[in-house]
């Protein structure tokens, strides 16, 4: 039975084709008919769909007839492309026996490339590589072919020639999924071992969980254990996508489907945990689970104060999505109620905070991302804080954490990419040739350098040729002071900043004119320091407002002045009143477009 | 009912590079085809109006018409319209487009007072401005008003000009003044969005006076036209005793008023409306015999409220928030009324940008200079 299952993942530098390619597969093996499709049908949520990035994992079952006259069963299970994702792409790479890497036949290897494929083989998956985009004037597979080779040391003399977008190659992808990704392993006959690699929660059925089984079968009426949690659920509902969600009588050793059990909340089912039989459980889950941690900290507030509690529901409502990002309720002086929140990285902070305004119609003001720093008090307590306002004066030691960068760039814009890296503090771990033109270079990094428009400047420097993905490495120490702004006297505590001590100076005078760039005049002078403890090391200010336009008020045309002033009062109700300061949001950003 | 009557007439010899006003090359054959619409226009509106105290023909370039347009123009009026004993009947001129003869028709069509578009006495800006006479033409043709007999005239000068110093500035005011005209307007040049002069600015071709040097220019021209008798009673606007605007006024007082012509506005019941802009449509709907009003927008008690605070507030004298009779009785109904705009005024008041004296409130010399600024505060305070 097990024989004719074959489950796979495509994996890809962001890009690259992952999505068409899987919209090609569906149609081909008939999922859906082409006027059924709307493009890219795995990225269904809008924001996947206007980045082009897929941010939740999906599994699709797809049926189809080999060249053998056979018929095999295909899990395709979607992945994130994006690191910050990267612990959920490697869960839903543990329920695969193969993989389909889709490389860009212009853009050859890049960093998730490499990334991705790392990943895949850690997992002993079946690496099927495939050549996209071959249509395309710029296409070279051949060269592309020989980067595989060279970076991953993967086969590629069978390497699939493909275009998703026309459609060649398709059934050569399925032919190859078939032949060379084996079968799953795994007997009905053995308790119950499944794996957790998705779940999300529907507003009429609860939580819904995507799992594969690797041993024993579930049915409904089942009484199943979530390890990790230990918490016992009875399964009401098995069922596949086809895309369209389909009841199932069981899903058994080697399939990927869905169930439902009554779960109220996806902070029940954590992505990696292992389902199992609550009355014969297996010994020992399926390896590699982790209960992430959110790495990057925003604060929330919004700009109308009386907006607090929609916030506090929205973020509520957000979770019940999304157990990757935490919040918790905190006060600032400048901001007033708000929330601390943690993602998984800096994509992850702007998915939900835009899906926050969007689909819950709030206007929010967010601080600055921050890691967590673990602060060693003169008492010798040690503590972790993810704002920097809360850094204490006096403390003997501050660690942050560090990442191990990857970074794939063009030779002709290594040097400017080697000075960023320098600039962020980064200490060079390797530095390779990649054919004749290519380089890819390690560095090891402060997390919180990444956070502050690297990645931006990266792409600007190499005029969007390189790329990068990283790895958290651990914490260490770092010679770290706290920058504060003082508004009109004032510190802010929504703008206070942790930097490196080598870096103060030059960024508090930055942020200080940056501040008196984004301030509008006043109608009084706002007067901006930095100071680092007692010490003030910038001042800038913005001039009092002297006048407004003094036009005519042209005749019988009240109307366009009074939206004329209407606009003016809409620009205020956007902003945050700090003391008698009025400060536009952009302004808590302020640091991001510091160098 | 309105007693006040807009009639605009859209055309000039060419576009000044500042004007994001509606104005179209002049050509005789459109003005009388133009003129014989807007004749239609007015009849259409003959009953909904009182005895008229003021008519206002602006442009464009009224001045251009010819007499027998003028002529025909008046006539209409005449027939249509019943004018109060005491109306302010008042025609946009420029230098350059009138004579004495023209002059004595408008005279004997019943125009009693005149608007110069003058802008400056600076020949250098006023070419950079794109205006079509020189110092001299504006010289003689406030010669020309005087000697018709017609000495309630109005000056209008520009300050902000690229170019412009606080000496030609001086010497502007000096000369307008030395005309003795009943009234004064100064505006500050305007940088609208696509006109020539911001494309202008943007390029560097031309550097508009810094900030500073126009807030001295203003504050320059309240101080010695006041001295020279003329008593600011708007942000922009200097007169004789007994000489004010009555049109104007009636604007920000919120009066009612009719617009007749492409563009113009009307204010009649709590609606505002504005006329078809393009001149070839607003001929046909007219000779079809419907109406051109297009975009009507009914006001209700805010937007009510915030125009008789910032129109009122242009006026010097300010706006009278002791007796509720000033206040529209759309206004009077809601709760926002008269207590709450002085307790909405109070640290603005503190601050000096305001003032409250025997039941008005205005604005102080410094709050006049950003005076949106402290009206839109004004609004938020009042929730608005």
Known sequence: MAKNIRNF????????????????????????????????????????????????????????????????????????????????????????????????????????????????????LEIIPLINKIDLPGADPEKTKKQIEDTIGIDCSEAILASAKEGIGTREVLEAVVKK????????????????????????????????????????????????????????????????????????????????????????????????????????????????????????????????????????????????????????????????????????????????????????????????????????????????????????????????????????????????????????????????????????????????????????????YASMDYDFIGYRSSNLVKLNVLINGEVVDALSLIVHTDQAYVKGRELAEKLREIIPRQMYEVVIQAAVGNKIIARESVKALRKDVLAKCYGGDITRKRKLLEKQREGKKRMKQVGRVELPQEAFLAVLKVK | MPDSLYIHIPFCIRKCIYCDFFSVPYDKSAAQAYIEALCWELILKKDSAQALKTVYIGGGTPSLLPDECLTQLFICLKDNFSFSSDIEITIEANPGTINESKINTLFSLGVNRLSIGIQSFNDNELKVLGRIHSSEDALISIEMIKNAGLNNFSVDLMYGIPGQTMESWKDSLLKASGGSPRHISTYELTVEENTPLSRFIESGEVIIPDEDLILEMYNYAIDYLGGCGYKQYEISNFAMPGFECMHNLNYWDRGEYIGAGAGAHSFINEIRSINTKDIKSYIEILTEGKSVEMEPIRLFPPEALKEFIFLGLRKIKGININTPICIPPLIRGDIRGCNSILDASKELTTEGYLEFDRGYLRLTRKGLVISNTVIVKLFEKLGL
């Open chain 1, 181 to 464: 990704i084996p079968p799953p392993e795994g007997v009905d006959d053995k308790p119950l071992k499944a794996l957790i690699f998705d779940s999300w929660f529907d507003n009429y059925q609860g939580v819904i969980v995507l799992l594969r089984v690797f041993e024993g079968k579930i049915i409904a009426g089942k009484k199943i254990k979530l390890m990790a949690t230990g918490s016992v659920y009875e399964v009401f509902q098995v069922g596949i996508f086809s895309p369209k969600m389909e009841q199932v009588p069981e899903l058994s050793s080697g399939e990927v489907g869905y169930i439902i059990a009554g779960i109220k909340s996806v902070t029940d089912t954590k992505i990696g945990d292992t389902i199992t039989d609550a009355d014969n459980p297996v010994q020992s889950p399926c390896p590699g689970y982790r209960d992430i941690k959110p790495m990057v900290f925003c604060g929330l507030y919004p700009v109308a104060s009386y907006q607090y509690e929609n916030l506090r529901n929205a973020l509520n409502k957000l979770r019940l999505n999304d157990a990757s990002f935490t919040y918790e309720p905190e006060t600032s002086l400048a901001l007033g109620f708000g929330f601390r929140c943690g993602f998984l990285g800096l994509l992850h902070m702007e998915i939900v905070k835009e899906r926050l305004e969007r689909e819950f119609d709030l206007s929010l003001l967010s601080t600055a991302p921050t890691v967590v720093y673990r602060v060693k008090k003169t008492d010798g307590k040690i503590f972790s804080i993810d704002n920097p306002a809360l850094l204490p004066e006096k403390c003997d030691a501050i660690e942050e954490p560090f990442v191990l960068l990857m970074i794939f760039v063009p030779g002709e814009y290594l040097g400017s990419i080697l000075d960023l890296c320098q600039e962020k503090r980064g200490v060079q771990k390797n530095f390779t040739f990649i054919g004749k033109d290519k380089v890819k270079v390690e560095y090891e990094m402060p997390l919180n350098e990444i956070l502050w428009d690297f990645y931006n400047r990266l792409k600007s420097l190499s005029k969007g």
């Open chain 1, 9 to 124: 993942s495509i994996v890809a530098h962001i890009d690259h084709g992952k999505s068409t390619l899987a919209d090609r597969l569906l149609e081909y093996t008939g999922a859906l008919s082409a006027r059924e499709m709307t493009e890219q049908v795995l990225d269904s949520m809008d924001l996947e769909r206007e980045r082009g990035i897929t941010i939740k994992a999906h599994a699709v079952r797809l049926l189809y007839t080999s060249i053998d006259g056979k018929e095999y069963i295909l899990n395709l299970i979607d992945t994130p492309g994006h690191v910050d994702f990267s612990y959920e792409v490697s869960r839903s790479l543990a329920s695969c026996e193969g993989a389909l890497l889709v490389v860009d036949a212009s853009q050859g290897v890049q960093a998730q490339t490499l990334a991705n494929a790392h990943l895949a083989l850690e997992h002993n």
